[in-house]
């Protein structure tokens, strides 16, 4: 897995430790966990027909060109046929100012470095090697990773919280200690209980003897219950929530109401909603694919997305209403 990150947390916690306010990171850990898990999401809302050496591992390191770099050049080697590479922008424009040319360097191989002019216009630039085209996921040329660093810190937070809720669960609550002794026996007790034992017996005087007063306790134990104080349910419920907003965002439809309260006009809303940016992927790459096969007829190359309109269709019920109601016979 290939993950383009300028900083780790760790890195970035110490870059921050030297400004005010700081800024608080999560798990690198966990963030890295997050990000690979919902990178193979994203991944997955394509199905691609690719030349055979675009298989594989390949196939993998094509993935993160798309979705990381935001595209790659495609070129008919002699060596090698069809294939893709990381390229950079060239210095030509068309008339409209966009990006006509793109930069190969390949430090394995060099008989594929060189400048390569996008189109089948005939070459007069003796410093263009060839002819190539641009395979891009999106109009400006930009990755989509930062959708998915987005969510994964989100979610990397989630986890931290749940974790320290289901710690705190053991025992949730906050005494004020009122000296050093009572505050080290505070200490004790909740060592003991973190280390997992069932109960801890302590003796009275540590409880109430106040050498000053007598008659107040040494600190003060909170009566909130155990399932007053519960949240962890709610933190799921929060992660739940962020994973479905990360699949609306890449185009995977999720309909979670319940059936008989849901219309037709709130499905399509929320289809919509969930598939305006992966149309527009779908879009651009099936625009770039136009262009590559414009300069070579015979390579196959295809896309297709894996959570198409027909699917939607059939996880929202199709054209009918799915309640059965109209919207003003509900609740």
Excluded at 61 to 73: A, E, Q, R
Excluded at 90 to 100: A, D, L, P, S
Excluded at 144 to 157: D, E, F, G, K, Q
Excluded at 230 to 258: H, P
Aim: proline share 4%.
């Amino acid at each position: 897995m290939y993950k383009p990150q300028a900083f780790t947390y760790y890195e970035q916690n110490i870059i921050q430790a030297h400004g005010q306010p700081n800024n608080m990171y999560m798990d690198s850990a966990v963030y890295d966990y997050w990000f690979r898990t919902l990178f193979q999401r994203l991944t997955s809302i394509f199905e691609w027909t690719v030349p055979d050496g675009w298989l594989g591992s390949n196939k993998d390191f094509f993935n993160w060109l798309l979705f990381s770099v935001g595209y790659c050049g495609v070129i008919n080697s002699a060596k090698y046929g069809y294939i893709f590479q990381p390229a950079s922008i060239g210095e030509k424009r068309n008339i409209f100012y966009q990006f006509n040319s793109f930069k190969i360097e390949n430090p394995y191989d060099d008989s594929l470095s060189g400048e390569y002019e996008c189109g089948n216009a005939e070459i007069t630039d003796e410093n263009i090697k060839d002819h190539g085209e641009f395979l891009k996921l999106t109009p400006d040329f930009l990755p989509a990773t930062p959708i998915v660093s987005h969510y994964a810190s989100r979610l990397a937070l989630i986890y931290t919280a749940i974790n320290t809720s289901l710690l705190v669960c053991r025992n949730p609550k906050l005494y004020a200690a009122k000296s050093k002794t009572a505050a080290q026996a505070l200490k004790i007790m909740q060592d003991k209980v973190i280390s997992g034992d069932p109960y801890v017996i302590i003796s009275d005087k540590v409880l109430y003897s106040d050498p000053k007063t007598k008659d107040e306790p040494l600190f003060t134990v909170p009566t909130s219950s155990a399932k007053e104080e519960f949240i962890t349910d709610l933190l799921l419920e929060a992660e739940k929530e962020i994973l479905k907003e990360f699949d609306n965002a890449i185009g995977i439809t999720n309909l979670n109401e319940k059936k008989e309260r849901l219309v037709t006009s709130e499905a399509e809303a929320q289809k919509i909603n969930s598939t305006a940016s992966a149309f527009v992927w779908y879009d651009c790459l099936k625009d770039s694919i136009k262009k590559i096969k414009e300069i070579f007829p015979d390579i196959t190359l295809d896309v297709k997305l894996r959570f198409g309109s027909e699917g939607m269709s059939e996880q929202t019920g199709g054209e009918e209403n799915v309640s059965g109601d109209s919207d003003t016979e509900r609740d």
